[in-house]
């Protein structure tokens, strides 16, 4: 019995981390492509620096998504 309630307490601590990263990415996005647009039709003058990380992490995560849809497929 104690083994079950301790690996019951792992996978909850586990799913803590995960639920936060699923909530996050997509909200990051949202936010990285909103200011990417805007600086692409109001010519804003973003830093180098944020669109260079807002172009990385948009460009890392549809890579991750795509990688991990077509091993669902294999």
Wanted: include cysteine; proline fraction near 5%.
């Amino acid at each position: 019995m104690p083994d079950q309630e301790n690996k019951a307490t792992q996978d909850s601590r586990g799913n803590i981390p995960n639920f936060f990263r699923a909530a996050t990415r997509p909200i990051v996005t949202i936010i990285f492509a909103a200011v990417l647009a805007q600086v692409v039709v109001e010519r804003l003058d973003a830093p180098d620096w944020f669109i260079a990380l807002a172009t990385a992490c948009i460009l890392w995560w549809f890579g991750d998504r795509t990688v991990q849809h077509i091993k669902e497929k294999k």
